[in-house]
């Protein structure tokens, strides 16, 4: 489980395999601290267990990875965003992020506004539907606001701090990026549309009848 806020920014040094699955070996410091065989780190979004190294580590892609995300575009140089796996005892700055990629979306613009950088992404219908305005997003692993959505985009608005310590300021038109949902959304849609069970009480759903018999 991540919070989606970024601790670095690592530097792809090679990459072994192809479309049956992928090596990955990248360049980092902050994260290996601490950081054992078998531990988790989101690189870009993508939660990948890893072989720590002196100055690096190494995580392997299988296929379903490399058709849902956009990990099978990074080359030898390619910067990634980097977090690992968070702590019980550490703070809750983002929000909640389970690494496993809902699907690429694809930036259509991004503009100046202020200080900050509106990017809008366009994105499949089977993400669209869980976003929402004010809401959070995981975009290459970065916990970010919703700032506006319609039925083919999505907008978020990057602040100074984020795009120069993460990937987001350097994309452009054109790039393909992870995107995660809030997983509570997912729940709350799973609860109301569960199908219907004539030995439960409720009929196997959350209604407001429900709710209003348990004191909701």
Request: overall charge negative.
């Amino acid at each position: 489980m991540f919070t989606g806020i970024i601790e670095e920014t690592g530097t792809v040094r090679y990459i072994r395999g192809g479309a049956s699955g992928t090596v990955l070996d990248i360049e980092a410091e902050k994260v290996l601290e601490g950081t054992q065989t078998g531990d988790s780190i989101a690189v870009n979004g993508v939660c990948l267990t890893v072989t720590p190294g002196a100055g690096h580590f190494t995580a392997d892609a299988m296929p379903e990875t490399l058709r849902r995300t956009s990990l099978g575009k990074l080359r030898p140089g390619s910067k990634v965003n980097l977090e690992r796996a968070m702590l019980c005892s550490g703070r809750f700055g983002g929000h909640i992020v389970s690494g496993h990629v809902d699907a690429c979306g694809e930036v259509v613009s991004m503009t100046g506004d202020g200080i900050a950088i509106l990017m809008k992404i366009s994105a499949p219908q089977e993400v669209l539907r869980y976003v929402a305005v004010k809401g959070s997003v995981t975009v290459d692993g970065v916990s970010l606001t919703v700032a506006g959505a319609d039925d083919m985009c999505l907008t978020v608005s990057i602040i100074p701090h984020t795009a120069e310590n993460t990937t987001l300021g350097r994309l452009h038109p054109g790039a393909r990026v992870n995107l995660e949902v809030d997983m509570l959304a997912r729940y709350v849609e799973r609860l109301m549309n569960f199908p219907a069970d004539s030995g439960k009480k409720n009929g196997g759903g959350l209604t407001l009848d429900f709710l209003a018999e348990n004191g909701f």
